[in-house]
């Protein structure tokens, strides 16, 4: 993957890959499926800055398992992989 840094209180995200659904016996394919809301946090920004300009670190770390919402971030390619960035507040819970 090419070195990528998010900006600010930004997270780089990969969306994890949910099992194969059955309903009812029926396998639904891959277009009508819905995109994961878990992922792996691949990079993180340095923070966001408070009122009194000192830098505000990310709870969130390299590593992290978390959910976040349906409609949260940016899809974006890089290197023909998948990812979302999106701001920390998107995030829903860490997965421990």
Not at 13 to 22: A, I, M, T
Request: no cysteine.
């Amino acid at each position: 993957m090419a070195k990528v840094r998010p900006l600010n209180d930004r997270v780089l995200v990969k969306r994890l890959e949910q099992k194969e659904q059955k309903k009812g016996g029926i396998i639904i394919p891959d277009t009508a499926k819905e995109k994961p809301q878990e992922g792996e946090v691949v990079a993180v920004g340095p923070g966001k800055t408070g009122d009194d300009n000192q830098r505000i670190p990310l709870e969130v770390k390299k590593g992290d398992r978390v959910l976040f919402g349906k409609y949260s971030g940016t899809d974006v390619k890089i290197d023909d992989e998948e990812y979302v960035i999106m701001r920390e507040d998107d995030i829903l819970a860490i997965l421990e």
